[in-house]
Antibody, heavy 115, light 112 residues
């Protein structure tokens, strides 16, 4: 059974960074893409970017190019997303999702930005 | 970027009613490799999204066959043949033909 286990909720101060993790079990992440998606309170889904863990290649949505950094550790089968220069409008649930058509999702990590 | 426009934004249905959701793309989603990377997700309240349909019309394993997808090019439809209570939530289309991937705005299915 494929499972994506995301790290716990984060409380970050404005201007700081947080690093979220997404550990995959039941499938080798070298063989797929890992996507990151956010959902602001009461809003829809927004694609942030994706990484190909086999070679580290990344693609980002334009608005997240200076906000998010995607990495992956194939030895631990884990994907990561660092969010930098946090602002209040970065407050959201962040999901990781796996494969070309988002077949598997993590449970989401709530990031709250507040001083 | 590709813009996906979903209609209607809200859909009220009774149990057993058949409903359809439209997803229109600002560009053709036919990839040069012959695939069309248009997929449908359902997000129930308080849950992560789940995949229902991938590549326009392929039913994800474990998804009831009352769900079906159709369409080509720029126009796509998700149909639910006989709504059940567990189908309530927000439906999203998502495309992966053209980077960056983009989601539709969502269609909320609620009980009438």
């Amino acid at each position: 059974e494929v499972q994506l286990q995301q790290s716990g909720a984060e409380l970050g101060k404005p201007g700081t960074s947080v690093k979220l993790s997404c550990k995959v079990s039941g499938y080798n992440i070298r063989n797929t893409y890992m996507h990151w998606v956010n959902q602001r309170p009461g809003k829809g889904l927004e694609w942030i970017g994706r990484i190909d863990p086999a070679n580290g290649n990344t693609i980002y949505a334009e608005k997240f190019k200076s906000k998010a950094t995607l990495t992956a550790d194939t030895s631990s089968n884990t994907a990561y997303m660092q969010l930098s220069q946090l602002k209040s409008d970065d407050t959201a649930i962040y999901f990781c999702a796996m494969n070309h058509w988002f077949a598997y999702w993590g449970q989401g990590t709530l990031v709250t930005v507040s001083s | 970027d590709v813009v996906l426009t979903q209609t209607p934004p809200t859909l009220s249905a009774t149990i057993g009613q058949s409903v359809s959701i439209s997803c229109r793309s600002s560009q053709s989603l036919l990839h040069s490799n012959g695939n069309t990377y248009l997929h449908w997700l359902l997000q129930r309240p308080g849950q992560s999204p789940q995949l229902l349909i991938y590549l326009v019309s392929r039913l994800e394993s474990g998804v009831p066959n009352r769900f079906s997808g159709s369409g080509s090019g720029t126009d796509f439809t998700l149909k639910i043949s006989g709504v059940e209570a567990e189908d309530l939530g927000v439906y999203y289309c998502v495309q992966g033909t053209h980077a960056p991937w983009t989601f539709g705005g969502g269609t909320k299915l609620e009980l009438k």
